[in-house]
């Protein structure tokens, strides 16, 4: 072989091959990179603050963040405070609990009896969208309204006790987590929010003055970071706090609770009643050391609560207990009750998941069959060098007839 045309053939089997390891390459990377979560917040006067008197409907536009197609659970989306928001070590995926690290304004987890204080946002074909305030986008998008009562709210730790928040004092904001007890350390975000003078002079529509308004339009923020609780006084209903707080009246009778046994298992909404509390006065519940908590619920004329509280996905199986307590008048009323192990695990890691934005079959197809592609075409092409490496035989001339040799 000439060495012009092994010098051709070379560039030839050089051409081939980056080409075919071009191709794969694309197909590994062209998915874009996702977007970090990210929250935008607007009150209904087009501003970013909430009102350090009266009540404030916020509404929250997520972007960017992770979808698991199918998952169990989604994203809380709710109102407080984080401890250290430059560092995220109040994240639960770092360790970091509520009550200790970061504390919220609880309510209840499904859309028929939330009262706007929280709002949880589900993954797209979820087993638990029916319960969602709303679903995220194939591309990571919701929004939602959230109500915030004030800049002074009660949290609940997870032994149970009640805490003051005064975010006149310090840094709140909006905080989402993952929902239903699937840490995701890709959804949690903290979106510091402002206390001021939104509403001026005139009260917002159906609105009244918080019976306790700040002397002051004094607050803390900080830089946003990538993220139970009672509203104020009287705010059980989604409205703004009460000129004056209702006095409950005397207590029903001997308190009582009933767990629906059936519905204890991991990852479901555990189902209760209770009778005999003070007809009026508001009540937490709470499971356990306050793994998860609920409220403040009403009770009902007649002492009556009925509720549903999300029992974690990695709940163990064995004896829990529920509590709930009356804020007014202190009476504390438990159950004991068996929770079941799920027969199989609902929920999937994240990292485990393809995600919208990640690297799935299509892309891991093309990659695999353009390096199967670049192997076979340069044993192809070996196989050419080879041959025409071959020495040639020598050529025998045949002498003509008569004529000797």
């Known amino acids: 072989m000439r060495p012009t045309h092994r010098r051709q053939l070379r560039r030839v089997l050089t051409a081939a091959v980056a080409t075919a390891l071009v191709g794969a390459t694309v197909a590994l990377v062209?998915?874009?990179?996702?977007?970090?979560?990210?929250?935008?917040?607007?009150?209904d006067r087009g501003g970013n603050q909430a009102d350090s008197t009266y009540q404030t409907k916020l509404t929250l536009s997520g972007t960017g963040f992770q979808v698991v197609r199918g998952g169990f659970g989604g994203v809380y989306v709710m109102f407080g405070w984080v401890k250290d928001a430059n560092s995220g070590s109040w994240k639960p995926s770092k360790g970091g609990h509520t009550g200790d690290d970061y504390r919220y304004i609880?309510?209840?987890e499904n859309a028929d009896a939330n009262k706007g204080y929280l709002k949880f946002v589900a993954f797209p074909g979820s087993s638990t969208a029916a319960d969602a305030n709303a679903v995220l986008s194939a591309s990571g998008g919701f929004s939602v309204d959230l109500?915030?009562?004030g800049p002074v709210f009660t949290s609940v730790d997870r032994d149970g006790t009640a805490h003051e928040v005064d975010c006149r004092k310090?840094?709140?904001?909006?905080?989402?987590?993952g929902a239903h007890g699937v840490i995701n350390g890709a959804n949690e975000t903290f979106t510091p929010v402002r206390f001021g003078n939104v509403y001026g002079d005139s009260a917002p529509p159906s609105s009244t003055p918080d019976p306790s308004p700040n002397a002051d339009n004094d607050s803390t923020t900080g830089g946003s970071t990538t993220g139970g609780a009672a509203p104020g006084p009287g705010a059980t209903d989604g409205s703004a706090p009460p000129s004056s707080p209702v006095v409950p009246t005397k207590r029903a009778g001997k308190p009582t609770?009933?767990?629906?046994?059936?519905?204890?298992t991991p990852g479901h909404a555990l189902a209760f009643t209770s009778s005999g509390l003070t007809p009026g006065e508001q009540v937490l519940a709470i499971l356990d050391d306050g793994i998860v908590a609920i409220g403040p619920m009403v009770a009902g004329v007649s002492g009556e609560v009925a509720g549903l509280i999300q029992l974690p996905v990695d709940l163990a199986a064995g004896t829990h207990e529920l509590r709930l307590t009356g804020a007014a008048s202190g009476t504390a009323v438990t159950e004991l009750f068996p929770v079941r192990s799920a027969e199989t695990s609902t929920?999937?890691?994240?990292?485990?998941?393809?995600t919208d934005g990640g690297w799935g079959a299509p892309q891991a197809f093309l990659a695999f069959a353009a390096l199967v592609f670049a192997g076979a075409l340069v044993a192809v092409i070996l196989r050419l060098l080879r041959r025409r490496r071959a020495p040639r035989k020598p050529q025998t001339t045949v002498p003509a007839a008569g004529v000797a040799p």
């Open 30 to 43: 062209a998915t874009p990179a996702e977007a970090a979560a990210r929250i935008t917040v607007r009150n």
């Open 170 to 177: 310090v840094t709140c904001g909006v905080i989402t987590i």
């Open 257 to 264: 609770l009933t767990v629906d046994r059936d519905t204890a």
């Open 347 to 354: 929920a999937t890691p994240a990292s485990d998941t393809t």
């Open 147 to 149: 109500t915030i009562p």
């Open 106 to 108: 609880p309510d209840a």
